[in-house]
C-alpha cells in the first residue's frame, strides 16, 4: 500500500509501556476496573484510591515486576494493562503466591468493545512470555463481561468465593 495513501487520516494505535507521565491515566483506568458497574454512587478517583486495597496496584509504580502497557488512539490513550506482584501480607484480590503478577485491565468508556482490551491483554501475556514469568493471575467478578475475555485468552478459575473468580494464566 502506498505510503500516507489510504490511511492517511486514521488515529493510528498504539501500544507502548506504561511510563511516569501515564500514571494518572493508569490510576483512571484501575478506577474504570474498580467501578466497572453502572451504579449511581461511583467514588471519585482520588476517594476511590485513598482505600489501600485499591491504591496497592499503582501506588509507588516503578518496583521489580511492575509492567503495563497503554493503548493508544492518535495521542488519546484509550486503555490500559499492567501487572505487579504482591507480597503475602498485602496483596491484591487476585493473589496467587509472590512470585506470580496480577494483571489489570480497562478501556475508557467510548472506546470499548473494538478489540482494544483483546489486544492490550495479548500484548501484555506475550511480554510475560518473553520476561521469563511462569503465570499471571487476575480477579473478576462473577458478573463482569470481562470474564469472557479472559477465558477466550485462556484463563482458568483457580478459586471462586463472594461473587469473583481468581484465574491463572500459564504462560
Ligand atoms: C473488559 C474491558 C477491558 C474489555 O475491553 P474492550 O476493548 O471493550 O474489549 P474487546 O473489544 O477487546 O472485547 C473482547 C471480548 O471481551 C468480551 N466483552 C467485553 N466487553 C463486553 C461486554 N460489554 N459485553 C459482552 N462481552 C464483552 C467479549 O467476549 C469480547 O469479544 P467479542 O467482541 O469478540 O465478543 C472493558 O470492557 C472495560 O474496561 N471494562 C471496565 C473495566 C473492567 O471491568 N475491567 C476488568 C476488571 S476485572
Known amino acids: 500500500m502506498r505510503r500516507g495513501g489510504r490511511l492517511r487520516g486514521m488515529p493510528a494505535l498504539s501500544i507502548l509501556p506504561v511510563v511516569a507521565a501515564d500514571l494518572p491515566f493508569v490510576r483512571a483506568m484501575l478506577h474504570e476496573a474498580a467501578f466497572w458497574r453502572d451504579t ?101 467478578e462473577d458478573d463482569n463481561p470481562a470474564l469472557r475475555l479472559y477465558e477466550q485468552a485462556g484463563f482458568a478459575v483457580r478459586d471462586a468465593a463472594d461473587g469473583a473468580r481468581t484465574m491463572v494464566r500459564l504462560l
Open 40 to 140: 449511581a454512587e461511583v467514588a471519585a478517583i482520588d476517594d476511590a484510591l485513598r482505600e489501600p486495597g485499591l491504591a496497592r496496584y499503582v501506588e509507588g509504580w516503578g518496583r521489580p515486576g511492575d509492567a503495563g502497557l497503554v493503548a493508544r488512539r492518535g495521542d488519546t490513550p484509550v486503555g490500559a494493562v499492567w501487572v505487579r506482584r504482591f507480597p503475602a501480607d498485602a496483596h491484591g484480590y487476585g493473589f496467587v503466591d509472590e512470585r506470580t503478577p496480577e494483571l489489570s485491565i480497562a478501556v475508557s468508556p467510548g472506546h470499548r468493545r473494538l478489540g482494544t482490551g483483546r489486544c492490550l491483554l495479548d500484548a501484555m501475556l506475550v511480554q510475560l512470555r518473553w520476561s521469563g514469568v511462569a503465570q499471571v493471575s487476575l480477579s473478576v
